[in-house]
């Protein structure tokens, strides 16, 4: 339990980090692109989720329950 916790406040914390960082970024462009621009960031953002979500659940797992494994 105290794996899967953790994980999903350190991944929400990271996602939260990187998506108001990609969102600043689309807003110090101008121009009329600016929506293909936000779409591909929910799409790229959606694949940093899973991929961390996978990488941070087994590297916690492997912390915690060491002895176990």
């Known amino acids: ?26 807003a110090s462009f101008s121009g009329s692109s600016g929506g293909s621009r936000l779409v591909a960031l929910a799409v790229a953002m959606a694949a940093i989720y899973l991929v961390l979500l996978v990488v941070a659940m087994r590297t916690i797992t492997r912390r915690f329950y060491r002895r176990y494994l």
């Open 1 to 26: 339990m105290a794996a899967a916790v953790s994980t999903f406040v350190l991944l929400q914390m990271v996602c939260a980090g990187l998506a108001i960082g990609g969102l600043l970024w689309i």
